[in-house]
Protein backbone atom coordinates (compact mmCIF):
# COMPACT_ATOMS: atom_id res chain seq x y z
CA UNK A 1 0.00 0.00 0.00
CA UNK A 2 1.28 3.39 -0.85
CA UNK A 3 1.04 6.00 1.69
CA UNK A 4 -2.32 6.63 1.46
CA UNK A 5 -3.37 8.44 4.80
CA UNK A 6 -0.79 11.16 3.79
CA UNK A 7 -1.45 11.16 0.14
CA UNK A 8 -5.22 11.57 1.16
CA UNK A 9 -4.56 14.28 3.67
CA UNK A 10 -2.67 16.35 1.16
CA UNK A 11 -5.95 15.88 -1.68
CA UNK A 12 -8.02 17.28 1.46
CA UNK A 13 -6.55 20.07 1.83
CA UNK A 14 -5.82 21.18 -1.62
CA UNK A 15 -10.00 20.55 -2.04
CA UNK A 16 -10.59 22.67 1.10
CA UNK A 17 -8.09 25.39 0.14
CA UNK A 18 -10.16 25.48 -3.31
CA UNK A 19 -13.66 25.56 -1.45
CA UNK A 20 -12.56 28.59 0.35
CA UNK A 21 -11.32 30.48 -2.92
CA UNK A 22 -14.78 29.58 -4.64
CA UNK A 23 -17.21 29.32 -2.17
CA UNK A 24 -19.76 26.83 -3.88
CA UNK A 25 -22.86 26.05 -2.34
CA UNK A 26 -23.44 23.25 0.14
CA UNK A 27 -25.21 21.11 -3.06
CA UNK A 28 -20.95 20.76 -4.04
CA UNK A 29 -18.98 21.13 -1.08
CA UNK A 30 -21.37 18.33 0.53
CA UNK A 31 -20.75 15.37 -1.93
CA UNK A 32 -16.99 16.56 -2.47
CA UNK A 33 -16.46 15.82 1.34
CA UNK A 34 -17.93 12.86 1.70
CA UNK A 35 -15.92 11.50 -0.94
CA UNK A 36 -12.86 12.14 1.08
CA UNK A 37 -14.20 10.74 4.44
CA UNK A 38 -15.62 7.54 2.32
CA UNK A 39 -12.01 6.97 1.20
CA UNK A 40 -10.87 7.49 5.14
CA UNK A 41 -13.43 5.08 6.29
CA UNK A 42 -12.36 2.08 4.14
CA UNK A 43 -8.78 1.21 6.37
CA UNK A 44 -11.20 1.37 9.41
CA UNK A 45 -13.86 -0.89 7.97
CA UNK A 46 -11.01 -3.06 6.42
CA UNK A 47 -9.21 -3.79 9.45
CA UNK A 48 -12.49 -4.22 11.77
CA UNK A 49 -13.02 -7.48 8.99
CA UNK A 50 -8.92 -8.56 9.23
CA UNK A 51 -9.23 -8.36 13.09
CA UNK A 52 -12.46 -10.30 13.45
CA UNK A 53 -10.97 -13.66 14.41
CA UNK A 54 -14.49 -14.88 14.34
CA UNK A 55 -14.40 -15.04 10.14
CA UNK A 56 -12.99 -18.12 8.23
CA UNK A 57 -10.65 -16.61 5.28
CA UNK A 58 -13.49 -17.63 2.74
CA UNK A 59 -15.48 -15.43 5.48
CA UNK A 60 -12.78 -12.28 5.40
CA UNK A 61 -12.68 -12.90 1.65
CA UNK A 62 -16.81 -12.40 1.10
CA UNK A 63 -16.75 -9.61 3.53
CA UNK A 64 -14.07 -7.84 1.81
CA UNK A 65 -15.50 -8.30 -1.71
CA UNK A 66 -18.77 -7.00 0.05
CA UNK A 67 -17.31 -4.11 1.71
CA UNK A 68 -15.42 -3.18 -1.75
CA UNK A 69 -18.97 -3.14 -3.40
CA UNK A 70 -20.48 -1.25 -1.05
CA UNK A 71 -17.94 1.88 -0.76
CA UNK A 72 -18.11 1.46 -4.96
CA UNK A 73 -21.57 2.15 -4.92
CA UNK A 74 -21.39 4.74 -2.66
CA UNK A 75 -18.40 6.76 -4.39
CA UNK A 76 -20.70 6.05 -7.52
CA UNK A 77 -23.73 8.03 -5.88
CA UNK A 78 -21.39 10.92 -4.44
CA UNK A 79 -19.85 11.77 -7.62
CA UNK A 80 -23.48 11.72 -9.67
CA UNK A 81 -24.37 14.16 -6.89
CA UNK A 82 -21.07 16.26 -7.08
CA UNK A 83 -21.55 16.12 -10.80
CA UNK A 84 -25.75 17.19 -11.09
CA UNK A 85 -25.07 20.09 -8.27
CA UNK A 86 -22.15 21.66 -10.09
CA UNK A 87 -23.85 21.57 -13.29
CA UNK A 88 -27.01 23.12 -11.67
CA UNK A 89 -24.24 25.58 -10.29
CA UNK A 90 -23.03 26.46 -13.42
CA UNK A 91 -26.05 26.80 -15.00
CA UNK A 92 -27.83 29.06 -12.35
CA UNK A 93 -24.77 31.38 -12.56
CA UNK A 94 -24.78 31.61 -16.42
CA UNK A 95 -28.42 32.66 -16.19
CA UNK A 96 -28.06 35.25 -13.74
CA UNK A 97 -25.16 37.21 -15.51
CA UNK A 98 -26.30 36.28 -18.97
CA UNK A 99 -27.05 39.94 -20.74
CA UNK A 100 -30.66 40.88 -22.18
CA UNK A 101 -29.88 40.20 -25.95
CA UNK A 102 -30.51 43.17 -28.30
CA UNK A 103 -33.39 43.20 -30.83
CA UNK A 104 -33.44 40.49 -33.93
CA UNK A 105 -32.73 43.57 -36.15
CA UNK A 106 -29.52 44.62 -34.57
CA UNK A 107 -28.38 41.11 -34.32
CA UNK A 108 -28.37 41.06 -38.06
CA UNK A 109 -26.79 44.24 -38.36
CA UNK A 110 -24.11 43.48 -36.07
CA UNK A 111 -23.15 39.61 -37.48
CA UNK A 112 -22.56 42.44 -40.83
CA UNK A 113 -20.84 44.86 -39.11
CA UNK A 114 -18.27 41.81 -37.79
CA UNK A 115 -17.19 40.55 -40.65
CA UNK A 116 -16.67 43.81 -41.94
CA UNK A 117 -14.29 44.98 -38.85
CA UNK A 118 -12.61 41.52 -38.70
CA UNK A 119 -11.74 41.87 -42.39
CA UNK A 120 -10.32 45.23 -41.60
CA UNK A 121 -8.63 44.29 -38.25
CA UNK A 122 -4.81 43.10 -38.74
CA UNK A 123 -3.29 40.86 -36.37
CA UNK A 124 -3.37 37.77 -35.19
CA UNK A 125 -6.74 35.93 -33.86
CA UNK A 126 -6.51 36.93 -29.92
CA UNK A 127 -5.09 40.30 -31.22
CA UNK A 128 -8.12 41.11 -33.74
CA UNK A 129 -10.62 39.95 -31.03
CA UNK A 130 -9.21 42.34 -28.32
CA UNK A 131 -8.72 45.23 -31.07
CA UNK A 132 -12.99 44.54 -31.61
CA UNK A 133 -13.68 44.13 -27.87
CA UNK A 134 -12.24 47.66 -26.76
CA UNK A 135 -14.21 49.18 -29.77
CA UNK A 136 -17.53 47.46 -28.89
CA UNK A 137 -16.82 48.49 -25.53
CA UNK A 138 -15.79 52.07 -25.72
CA UNK A 139 -18.26 52.67 -28.33
CA UNK A 140 -21.02 50.89 -26.16
CA UNK A 141 -22.31 49.01 -29.07
CA UNK A 142 -24.04 46.34 -27.33
CA UNK A 143 -25.46 44.55 -30.52
CA UNK A 144 -21.74 43.75 -31.39
CA UNK A 145 -20.91 43.21 -27.73
CA UNK A 146 -23.40 40.42 -27.51
CA UNK A 147 -21.88 39.00 -31.54
CA UNK A 148 -18.58 39.29 -30.10
CA UNK A 149 -19.57 36.61 -27.16
CA UNK A 150 -21.56 34.42 -29.31
CA UNK A 151 -19.99 30.95 -29.86
CA UNK A 152 -19.83 31.21 -33.51
CA UNK A 153 -16.77 33.99 -32.79
CA UNK A 154 -15.51 32.13 -29.45
CA UNK A 155 -15.14 29.16 -32.49
CA UNK A 156 -13.53 31.32 -34.83
CA UNK A 157 -10.71 32.73 -32.49
CA UNK A 158 -9.86 29.87 -30.66
CA UNK A 159 -9.12 27.78 -33.73
CA UNK A 160 -5.79 29.76 -33.16
CA UNK A 161 -2.96 28.56 -31.39
CA UNK A 162 -2.37 29.09 -27.09
CA UNK A 163 -1.57 32.48 -27.55
CA UNK A 164 -4.78 33.43 -29.38
CA UNK A 165 -6.93 31.11 -26.67
CA UNK A 166 -5.36 32.89 -23.90
CA UNK A 167 -5.97 36.94 -25.15
CA UNK A 168 -9.59 35.56 -26.22
CA UNK A 169 -10.09 34.35 -22.47
CA UNK A 170 -8.47 37.65 -21.26
CA UNK A 171 -10.49 39.73 -23.83
CA UNK A 172 -13.89 37.48 -23.05
CA UNK A 173 -13.94 38.79 -19.16
CA UNK A 174 -13.92 42.23 -20.01
CA UNK A 175 -16.46 41.79 -22.89
CA UNK A 176 -18.75 39.66 -19.93
CA UNK A 177 -18.47 42.87 -17.54
CA UNK A 178 -19.56 44.69 -19.64
CA UNK A 179 -22.49 43.12 -21.29
CA UNK A 180 -23.44 41.90 -17.54
CA UNK A 181 -23.48 45.83 -16.36
CA UNK A 182 -23.05 46.44 -12.68
CA UNK A 183 -26.19 45.01 -11.51
CA UNK A 184 -24.60 41.65 -12.61
CA UNK A 185 -21.08 42.01 -11.62
CA UNK A 186 -21.43 39.70 -8.76
CA UNK A 187 -23.01 37.31 -10.62
CA UNK A 188 -20.20 37.39 -13.54
CA UNK A 189 -17.66 37.52 -10.27
CA UNK A 190 -19.14 34.15 -8.89
CA UNK A 191 -19.16 32.55 -12.90
CA UNK A 192 -15.27 33.78 -13.57
CA UNK A 193 -14.88 31.65 -10.40
CA UNK A 194 -16.75 28.66 -10.74
CA UNK A 195 -15.01 28.18 -14.20
CA UNK A 196 -11.27 28.82 -12.60
CA UNK A 197 -11.54 26.90 -9.22
CA UNK A 198 -14.56 24.22 -10.45
CA UNK A 199 -12.12 21.98 -12.92
CA UNK A 200 -9.37 22.05 -10.03
CA UNK A 201 -11.96 20.63 -7.61
CA UNK A 202 -12.85 17.89 -9.92
CA UNK A 203 -8.56 17.40 -10.32
CA UNK A 204 -8.25 16.97 -6.63
CA UNK A 205 -11.36 14.96 -6.49
CA UNK A 206 -10.58 12.58 -9.58
CA UNK A 207 -7.05 12.08 -7.44
CA UNK A 208 -8.24 10.99 -4.56
CA UNK A 209 -10.58 7.93 -6.56
CA UNK A 210 -7.42 7.14 -8.45
CA UNK A 211 -5.44 6.70 -5.31
CA UNK A 212 -8.18 5.15 -3.47
CA UNK A 213 -9.15 2.86 -6.09
CA UNK A 214 -5.25 1.94 -6.71
CA UNK A 215 -4.89 1.50 -3.13
CA UNK A 216 -7.91 -0.09 -1.48
CA UNK A 217 -8.56 -2.15 -4.58
CA UNK A 218 -11.88 -0.60 -4.66
CA UNK A 219 -13.27 -1.40 -8.36
CA UNK A 220 -14.38 2.58 -9.02
CA UNK A 221 -14.91 2.66 -13.30
CA UNK A 222 -12.25 5.31 -14.40
CA UNK A 223 -12.38 8.69 -12.65
CA UNK A 224 -12.09 10.46 -15.98
CA UNK A 225 -15.73 9.14 -17.30
CA UNK A 226 -17.19 9.86 -13.86
CA UNK A 227 -16.22 13.21 -14.31
CA UNK A 228 -17.21 13.41 -18.23
CA UNK A 229 -20.21 14.76 -19.20
CA UNK A 230 -23.32 16.66 -16.98
CA UNK A 231 -20.31 18.73 -14.88
CA UNK A 232 -18.48 20.39 -17.52
Do not use: C
Not at 26 to 45: C, E, V, W
Not at 108 to 113: G, M
Not at 141 to 161: E, F, I, M, R
Amino acid sequence: MLNQPNTQALLVATAEEIISKLTPPDSITGPARQIFATLADYPRRAALIDRDESLSPLGKSQAWDALRQSFKNRLEALVNEYRQARATYLANLEERSKPTPPSETAQLLAATNFQTLWANTPGRLGERFDKLVKHALESQDAALQHYLASPTVGKLVQDGDEADKYQYKEAMARLRRGLAGPEKAAAVDALEAAEEYLPKLDETLAAALHFGAQDYKIPVPPVQKMFRGGGG
